[in-house]
């Protein structure tokens, strides 16, 4: 599954890293999103939800409501089917349009969901 994680950072003791690094050991293909990044663990980074090619199959975030300005409409035109906000990042507004648009919204916590075998 290829994975965008929006808001991932280089920092190890981030969870936004930490989950880069739990969804390549589980399997999945992460695609850190950061507008200054050049990697995250090991792994490419991108300015934007945008700049990555490959089909993004979910996002996960880790951006605050603050810093979401563009993202439902970022989310939107990637197409994924699914959105997880992670704690800290939840918008009960922007989630309530990406479900109006069909998009399967969890607010959860990705570590605990892989580590539980719920991703």
Do not use: W
Not at 11 to 20: D, F, G, I, K, T
Not at 83 to 88: C, S, T
Not at 106 to 117: H, I, K, Q, S, W
């Amino acid at each position: 599954m290829n994975v965008a994680v929006i808001g991932a950072s280089n920092n190890p003791e981030r969870y936004s890293h930490q989950a880069v690094t739990l969804l390549a050991q589980n399997g999945h293909t992460p695609y850190p999103v950061h507008p200054s990044l050049d990697s995250v663990a090991g792994h490419r980074a991108y300015p934007s939800i945008g700049a990555i090619t490959a089909k993004i199959d979910a996002v996960t975030v880790y951006l605050s409501p603050r810093n979401q300005h563009t993202l439902g409409a970022d989310i939107l035109a990637s197409n994924a089917p699914r959105v997880i906000f992670n704690p800290g990042a939840e918008n009960p507004p922007l989630a309530a349009a990406l479900r109006q648009a069909g998009v399967d919204v969890v607010e959860a916590c990705t570590l605990v969901m892989l580590r539980t075998g719920q991703f």
